[in-house]
T-cell receptor, first 113, second 111 residues
Framework: IAGITQAPTSQILAAGRRMTLRCTQD?????MYWYRQDLGLGLRLIHYSNTAGTTGKGEVPDGYSVSRANTDDFPLTLASAVPSQTSVYFC????????????FGPGTRLTVL | GENVEQHPSTLSVQEGDSAVIKCTYSDSASNYFPWYKQELGKGPQLIID?????GEKKDQRIAVTLNKTAKHFSLHITETQPEDSAVYFCAASRTGNQFYFGTGTSLTVIP
């Protein structure tokens, strides 16, 4: 069992380019999340999905979009990247319907120049 | 929305000593408080959690206390070891949809 995988591990991107960060989990968790982690700011929620077919906005959703076509995959798309989106991005999942904890992926380090 | 504050931002202790990290939260409806450990280059990993109907929880050298009246909770690590060195995050949640994280504490255990 791999848990949560994220791809790519790291990426350097020119401003204005489109980028999709991939996240896949094999734990059959209903809920999935995308966070960004910036120094001094901790983890901030971008978008979440309680179940396949539904998504919701977190604290910092602007400039990002997500989709949840199935239980396992939760891609995050930057339609037109800007330097302020330089960050480390973490995907997480948990069993929806309880307050049980989230399991995090290894992260994607994104640099927008 | 919820606001979680975490202190200190950095903490150095001698091996064998105790470490305490404190968090406060603003939303009295928050009812779940996990603590995560993050090692360099890795994602956060749950180390202990507590729900609002419990005042204290312990797991070997790690314990968490919760004071709902004062809206603060703390992580206690006893008999620290060099492998405890990491960044620790607290979080608060009331719906399970949104988890609000503190800004992290970088713990260094000096051998």
């Amino acid at each position: 069992i791999a848990g949560i995988t994220q791809a790519p591990t790291s990426q350097i991107l020119a401003a204005g380019r489109r980028m999709t960060l991939r996240c896949t989990q094999d734990m059959r968790h209903n809920a999935m999340y995308w966070y960004r982690q910036d120094l001094g700011l901790g983890l901030r929620l971008i978008h979440y999905s309680n179940t396949a077919g539904t998504t919701g906005k977190g604290e910092v959703p602007d400039g990002y979009s997500v989709s949840r076509a199935n239980t396992d995959d939760f891609p995050l798309t930057l339609a037109s990247a800007v330097p302020s989106q330089t960050s480390v991005y973490f995907c997480a999942s948990r069993v929806s319907g309880s307050t049980d904890t989230q399991y995090f992926g290894p992260g994607t380090r994104l640099t927008v120049l | 929305g919820e606001n979680v504050e975490q202190h200190p931002s950095t903490l150095s202790v001698q091996e064998g000593d105790s470490a305490v990290i404190k968090c406060t939260y603003s939303d009295s409806a928050s009812n779940y408080f996990p603590w995560y450990k993050q090692e360099l280059g890795k994602g956060p990993q749950l180390i202990i959690d507590i729900r609002s109907n419990v005042g204290e929880k312990k797991d070997q050298r790690i314990a968490v206390t919760l004071n709902k009246t004062a809206k603060h909770f703390s992580l206690h690590i006893t008999e620290t070891q060099p492998e405890d060195s990491a960044v620790y995050f607290c979080a608060a949640s009331r719906t399970g949809n949104q988890f609000y994280f503190g800004t992290g504490t970088s713990l260094t255990v000096i051998p």
